[in-house]
């Protein structure tokens, strides 16, 4: 809900309310801040209230090295979708290269059947000369062969996979903002010029919303039938798929072992070769147990 930074422009100011301490006269003053400003304020509130979160998901509209590298030091992770911005440098092999250059240097490692690749860069941010070890993934776009995209994660020991599945929860964002103003005719149902106004019937849509998702949860989800789902939860409880590889690759050993009588020897090998057909990170913790 940002307004024009243009006094001119503005019916009602934050200077002609009375009340200082009211909620409209902050709201007016944040109204022309910038969105980066606000994003940072909203989420260090948050961080000083203690509600954990182990990432911060951003569309392309926030994706600029000034605002991540703003967000790394203060120690908060992002995943985000790049734009192709010809301003933008990244240092790979002792190049500093834009986007579109770093994925031309690393098309030739990228195969034919797989679907995404990624590298470990490093994001330069211009105004402190800082360079941010970063990983980008780039992925092929299913509807366009030929066009790709390009997420970003601070978290360099991420794997792809989690990369993506953390990144598909922005989903839900869009989902909402389609319900909010296809069906529940956010800025279309009301029209006018004072400010309080739009908040009033923002705030209104959204509380619209929540309501709905609380009637289709209790009427869909098995989660909303009190203490009785965590109950039986507790009681049978799956076991973990790594712990669930693990048993399989002794069960495998066992088999061989003792019914095609291998050798040792032969049976580390074929393991091996299945371990080595694992993605890293099951391998890493296959290896551990």
Not at 32 to 52: D, G, I, N
Not at 124 to 139: G, H, Q, R, Y
Not at 204 to 225: G, P, Q, T
Request: charge should be positive; charged fraction near 35%.
């Amino acid at each position: 809900m940002l307004s024009s930074r243009n006094k001119e422009k503005i019916l009602v100011k934050a200077k002609d309310i009375a009340d200082k301490g009211s909620p409209g006269y902050q709201r007016r003053i944040d109204a022309t801040r910038s969105k980066v400003e606000l994003l940072k304020e909203m989420v260090l509130e948050v961080k000083a209230k203690h509600l954990e979160f182990k990432y911060l998901l951003f569309d392309s509209w926030f994706a600029f090295p000034k605002t991540i590298a703003s967000f790394v030091r203060e120690e908060v992770n992002i995943i985000g979708m790049l734009k192709r911005m010809l301003n933008d440098r990244y240092r790979y092999n002792d190049k500093v290269v834009n986007l579109k250059e770093l994925h031309s240097m690393i098309k030739k490692a990228w195969r034919k059947n797989m679907d995404s690749y990624s590298v470990s860069v490093e994001l330069l941010e211009k105004k402190d000369e800082e360079f941010i070890p970063v990983k980008i993934l780039f992925l092929k776009n299913r509807n366009k062969k030929n066009e790709w995209i390009a997420l970003i994660s601070t978290d360099v020991k991420l794997a792809d996979e989690e990369v993506i599945r953390i990144y598909g929860k922005r989903w839900d964002i869009e989902v909402f903002f389609k319900m909010i103003k296809s069906y529940l005719k956010l800025a279309k149902e009301f029209q006018g010029r004072t400010y309080d106004m739009l908040i009033a019937h923002t705030t209104i849509v959204f509380l619209r919303y929540i309501m709905i998702c609380d009637s289709a949860r209790k009427n869909s989800d098995e989660k909303s039938f009190g203490d009785l789902f965590f109950e039986y939860g507790d009681e049978v409880k799956d076991i973990t798929l790594v712990q669930a590889l693990v048993l399989l690759f002794k069960q495998i050993k066992l088999i061989l072992e003792d019914q095609l009588f291998l050798a040792e020897e032969h049976i580390n090998r074929i393991l091996d070769k299945m371990l080595e057909a694992l993605p890293n990170y099951l391998r890493v913790f296959l290896w551990q147990n």
